[in-house]
């Protein structure tokens, strides 16, 4: 039996909307009035592949879970380069729910 998998967009829309409701607890007050202030010119969401980096941090083979993941980083553009706030590595598994988020420091 196959996995139940949610789309692309929802899963960054459901990553999206946890980092809002964490980024409070999570990064300094400065970054999130700096994020609250500029994301509407500046933000991005962004998908992608899983990278390298998430097989030391969590239980993940790229090889054999790779479309059952993705990776969205919620940042900002400006000119002296993205501020990355979050990375985020999000399950689109239906029937097996999984979030974890490095935050900027």
């Known amino acids: ?60 083979d790229q090889e054999a879970e790779a479309e059952h993941f993705i990776q969205v980083s919620v940042g900002l553009e400006v000119a002296q380069g993205d501020v990355i706030f979050a990375k985020i590595l999000i399950s689109r598994d239906l029937d097996a729910p999984f979030c974890h988020i490095v935050w900027k420091q």
């Open 1 to 60: 039996m196959s996995a139940r998998l949610s789309s692309i967009e929802e899963a960054t829309q459901q990553a999206y909307d946890i980092f809002l409701e964490l980024a409070g607890d999570n990064l300094t007050a400065e970054d999130v009035e700096l994020f609250d202030s500029q994301s509407e010119e500046f933000g991005f969401i962004e998908d992608s592949v899983p990278d390298d980096s998430w097989h030391m941090l969590v239980a993940y």
